[in-house]
């Protein structure tokens, strides 16, 4: 059989959806309070959306880094643009670019300033009211790590200060270009990345 471009096409068409059931297989059910692995990260299970399974990367992002260098908004954080470009190809790279499903975020401030408003994300940080609900699921950590809330805003004449978890796990403030917190990015995926198609 001569074998011209359409058929390495093909081939390649029915191995990458071989290969995609096979990687739906092994990772199996998510559980909330479970971990499990997604594109070479361990990620615990928070919640589950209609969308998909809320998670948070069970551990630390790489190095530790600012949240911006002037500006404790979420919206024009240089670290919500580089999480939903170069981390986010990680995933996307591997699972689909359907893989991670966008949400809303709400950057209500710890004093109840709606200044920010909300945003949508595909891999974003928990904000306060997520940290406090899922608490018991969340153990302490080694190091400081960030939230999206705002402590204040502008308007309470707060631009730079950012909410931040400590390593025995109480809320703190800092300020926003600080580079010695770590990131725990956070995200829905679809429920399509865990069903095969022998799935009733």
Same mark, same amino acid.
């Given at each position: 059989?001569?074998?011209?471009?359409?058929?390495?096409e093909?081939?390649?068409?029915?191995?990458?959806?071989?290969?995609? %059931?096979?990687?739906?297989?092994?990772?199996? $059910?998510?559980?909330? *309070?479970?971990?499990?692995?997604?594109?070479?990260?361990?990620?615990?299970?928070?919640?589950?959306?209609?969308?998909g399974?809320?998670?948070?990367?069970?551990?630390?992002?790489? $190095?530790?880094?600012?949240?911006?260098?002037?500006?404790?908004?979420?919206?024009?954080? $240089? #670290?919500?643009? @580089?999480?939903?470009?170069?981390?986010?190809?990680k995933?996307?790279?591997? #699972?689909?670019?359907?893989?991670?499903?966008?949400?809303?975020?709400?950057?209500?401030?710890?004093?109840?300033?709606?200044?920010?408003?909300?945003?949508?994300?595909?891999?974003?940080?928990?904000?306060?009211? %997520?940290?406090?609900?899922?608490?018991?699921?969340?153990?302490?950590?080694?190091?400081?790590?960030?939230?999206?809330?705002?402590?204040?805003?502008?308007?309470?004449?707060?631009?730079?200060?950012?909410?931040?978890?400590?390593?025995?796990?109480?809320?703190?403030r800092?300020?926003?270009?600080?580079n @010695?917190? *770590?990131?725990?990015?956070?995200?829905?995926?679809?429920?399509?990345?865990?069903?095969?198609?022998?799935?009733?």
């Amino acid at each position: 059989m001569k074998k011209n471009l359409k058929y390495f096409e093909d081939e390649l068409s029915r191995l990458s959806k071989e290969f995609t %059931e096979f990687k739906k297989k092994y990772i199996g $059910k998510p559980e909330i *309070g479970k971990a499990i692995e997604l594109s070479g990260m361990e990620w615990l299970i928070l919640d589950k959306t209609e969308k998909g399974y809320f998670a948070i990367l069970n551990g630390f992002d790489g $190095k530790e880094r600012t949240f911006d260098s002037n500006s404790n908004n979420w919206i024009s954080s $240089k #670290l919500r643009n @580089e999480l939903n470009t170069r981390f986010l190809k990680k995933i996307t790279d591997e #699972l689909g670019e359907d893989a991670v499903i966008e949400f809303d975020r709400d950057l209500l401030s710890m004093d109840g300033q709606t200044e920010y408003g909300h945003c949508k994300d595909r891999i974003s940080l928990l904000t306060v009211d %997520e940290y406090r609900k899922y608490r018991k699921l969340l153990p302490n950590m080694s190091k400081w790590w960030w939230l999206i809330t705002p402590w204040s805003t502008p308007v309470n004449d707060y631009s730079t200060t950012s909410t931040v978890v400590s390593p025995s796990g109480y809320f703190s403030r800092l300020n926003c270009s600080s580079n @010695e917190l *770590g990131v725990r990015p956070a995200c829905i995926f679809s429920s399509s990345i865990f069903e095969s198609g022998n799935d009733n």
